[in-house]
Antibody, heavy 119, light 109 residues
Framework: QVQLVESGGGLVKPGGALRLSCETSGFYFNDYYITWVRQAPGKGLEWVSYISSSSFAKYYADSVKGRFTISRDNAKSSVDLHMNDLRVDDTAVYYC????????????WGRGTLVTVSS | SSELTQPPSVSVSPGQTARITCSGDTLPKQYAHWYQQKAGQAPLLVIFKDTERPSGIPERFSGSTSGTTVTLTITRVQAEDEADYYCQSAGSGGTSPWIFGGGTRLTVL
């Protein structure tokens, strides 16, 4: 079955860095874009970043532009999100999710990984 | 930037019909999609392209659209439908593929 499993979350101080990973299985990875969506404690969903199936297109929310970098390895069916200069308001559960290229709805989501930015 | 507006909460009794709205200026031109998020779980797609239902989603869930408003309708509401519901569409800017509404908490009384 389709699986997306996030890892790499944890506690980090403001200004610090983390690398989140999304390992996938159960589908042909090369046909899908991957997107990251976060959810601050008790808040709604916020789109963070997108990478196309070929890595040709990469997009970032204004709130993370210049600090976060997304990449993918189609040979390993995985995606990384490098997060630098973390701020307190980056604290959230980060979900990895997939959609079929050409569609802008999200078909499947991982269970999320918690990032806590605190001194 | 574009926005999607949802009511913070909707309450219904079991067996009744729940309607959750989502309003935005871009909705006449862009499809909207709906996600259900139960407490402690990841979101789940329940409606895509305004009215389409993914396989495995009960027929009680339906979507409709009228002008700048899309509506998620849940008929014969059950206790298990209690969750947060989010609409999502494309952003108006070329580099913002996704925007989400603020979410609506559906309470089954």
């Amino acid at each position: 079955q389709v699986q997306l499993v996030e890892s790499g979350g944890g506690l980090v101080k403001p200004g610090g860095a983390l690398r989140l990973s999304c390992e996938t299985s159960g589908f042909y990875f090369n046909d899908y874009y991957i997107t990251w969506v976060r959810q601050a404690p008790g808040k709604g969903l916020e789109w963070v970043s997108y990478i196309s199936s070929s890595s040709f297109a990469k997009y970032y929310a204004d709130s993370v532009k210049g600090r976060f970098t997304i990449s993918r390895d189609n040979a390993k069916s995985s995606v990384d999100l490098h997060m630098n200069d973390l701020r307190v308001d980056d604290t959230a559960v980060y979900y990895c999710a997939r959609g079929r290229e050409g569609n802008n709805w999200i078909e499947s989501w991982g269970r999320g990984t918690l990032v806590t930015v605190s001194s | 930037s574009s926005e999607l507006t949802q009511p913070p909460s909707v309450s219904v009794s079991p067996g009744q019909t729940a309607r959750i709205t989502c309003s935005g200026d871009t909705l006449p031109k862009q499809y909207a999609h709906w996600y259900q998020q139960k407490a402690g779980q990841a979101p789940l797609l329940v409606i895509f392209k305004d009215t389409e239902r993914p396989s495995g989603i009960p027929e009680r869930f339906s979507g409709s659209t009228s002008g700048t408003t899309v509506t998620l309708t849940i008929t014969r509401v059950q206790a298990e439908d209690e969750a947060d519901y989010y609409c999502q569409s494309a952003g108006s800017g070329g580099t913002s593929p996704w925007i989400f509404g603020g979410g609506t908490r559906l309470t089954v009384l």
